[in-house]
């Protein structure tokens, strides 16, 4: 049994995306966290949630789909939707093209807020801001912008990490898992690799960050190759992989199923 920590099934029309899970549930992938980059598309992911077996949902703001006045009131009403046991896609990124920075800082802020006082955990994206990332989150750890204090509430995971092991270090010690996808499997990736090798099991999860691209073809199913490939990286038994990073992602998450 494995689980896909990260993917967006909303993005797909309905045929293609049952038989997308069919396949995944077909090897084994019993359990999938759909993900919400707007309000829009947090919508979608909760009627997933509720629909689709196994099916759990995240609500967020992406920071390169943040505009200057989201919706905060439907947002914070689908958090409370049943279904939703995180807050995200959330973070920074200071690509080219992409929103305003101190935009992002303010939506960041205010989506953290919100998983703070709803002691839920966190998705963060971030490209190119680690340092703005970590900073915002210890501000967090310490005590929310609400003034309510947070200390040890937030908690949550970097998805699709793809950095080297000081890196992953950084993330580890401010409380944060590392979610791990198709980069792990490629050999030119070779610091991720050795992050990945040197890392305990027990602080990494699995996701296929399913998504329609054109340069990129994966589906959940496809966590099975990444599996092995951790398995393979760290010497240990496939079996293991799946059962403990199975068991991560239902503590993080699954406990506010």
Known sequence: MLVDSHVHLDRYAAAERSLMLARARAVGVTRFLTIGIDVPSSRRAI???????????????????????????????????????????????????????????????????????????????????????LS?????????????????LLKGVCHYFQGDHDEATRWLSAGYQISVGKPVTRPENRALRQAVAALPLSTLLLETDTYPLPDRSTEPADIWTIAREVAAVKGCRLENVARTTTSSFNGLFAQND
Do not use: K
């Open 136 to 152: 915002i989150l210890a501000d967090f750890r310490r005590v929310g912008d609400s003034g309510a204090s947070s200390t040890g």
């Open 47 to 133: 009627q997933l949630a509720a629909s689709e077996e196994g099916v759990l949902a995240a609500v967020g703001v992406h920071p390169l789909h943040c505009d200057p006045e989201p919706d905060w009131l439907a947002l914070t009403a689908l958090a409370g939707q049943p279904g939703v046991v995180a807050i995200g896609e959330i973070g920074l990124d200071r690509s080219v093209g992409a929103p305003d920075f101190e935009l992002q800082i303010r939506v960041f802020r205010r989506c953290l807020d919100l998983a703070a006082r709803l002691q839920f955990p966190v998705v963060i994206h971030q490209q190119f801001a680690i340092p703005e990332c």
